[in-house]
T-cell receptor
Framework: DTAVSQTPKYLVTQMGNDKSIKCEQN?????MYWYKQDSKKFLKIMFS???????INETVPNRFSPKSPDKAHLNLHINSLELGDSAVYFC?????????FGPGTRLTVL | AQKITQTQPGMFVQEKEAVTLDCTYD???????LFWYKQPSSGEMIFLIY??????QNATEGRYSLNFQKARKSANLVISASQLGDSAMYFC?????????????FGQGTRLTINP
């Protein structure tokens, strides 16, 4: 009964490919997020959605496109992958106060 | 300017000792939230403790407590009776933004190692 789940856990792909990461939460939260953790472990928000609507877009290249089919799901699609996209991507969801994170997806672009 | 500062890149502590991880923050909003997350070597981000800016008392969760000093803008995490399983990266974070448009801003993290 995982609260926030992500698939896949690992993703290895070639430069130029398009890939997607899926996220689902069963906590009944209205707000979901994508964060990126770089090689130095620094975490930074990319997007947030509230009830399927995009609320925050933190100057992320438009190769990254989030999609929220319903408030329990927030997927991240990345076009034309670049070496610099290699990172760990975390999905999160929140109630009024606290954000709960998924297990992360480690993306490696070769 | 850094909004969340963790000045200790790494800390080494003997098992069973108490440990304090430092965090200072910078905001002009009267309403904000402060969080600590643990990231073990397996990679997941585990929520530990939350302190709201209007909370009168310091937050506690089991062996974790948050030493909230509002005037000094500090929110240190105290772990009592440390255990080997406490070895991990620890991140301090601040929630900013209006409800529905909130985000977490993270510090650089502190790598805690508990020695047997």
């Amino acid at each position: 009964d995982t609260a926030v789940s992500q698939t896949p856990k690992y993703l290895v792909t070639q430069m130029g490919n398009d890939k997607s990461i899926k996220c689902e939460q069963n906590l009944g939260h209205d707000t979901m997020y994508w964060y990126k953790q770089d090689s130095k472990k620094f975490l930074k928000i990319m997007f947030s959605y509230n009830n399927k609507e995009l609320i925050i877009n933190e100057t992320v290249p438009n190769r990254f496109s989030p999609k929220s089919p319903d408030k329990a799901h927030l997927n991240l699609h990345i076009n034309s992958l670049e070496l610099g996209d290699s990172a760990v991507y975390f999905c999160a969801s929140s109630d009024r106060d606290t954000q709960y994170f998924g297990p992360g997806t480690r993306l490696t672009v070769l | 300017a850094q909004k969340i500062t963790q000045t200790q890149p790494g800390m080494f502590v003997q098992e069973k000792e108490a440990v304090t991880l430092d965090c200072t923050y910078d905001t002009s909003d009267p309403s904000y939230g402060l969080f600590w997350y643990k990231q073990p070597s397996s990679g997941e981000m585990i929520f530990l403790i939350y302190q709201g800016s209007y909370d009168q008392q310091n937050a506690t969760e089991g062996r974790y407590s948050l030493n909230f000093q509002k005037a000094r803008k500090s929110a240190n995490l105290v772990i009592s009776a440390s255990q080997l399983g406490d070895s991990a990266m620890y991140f301090c974070a601040m929630r900013e933004g209006d409800q529905g448009a909130q985000k977490l801003v993270f510090g650089q993290g502190t790598r805690l190692t508990i020695n047997p």
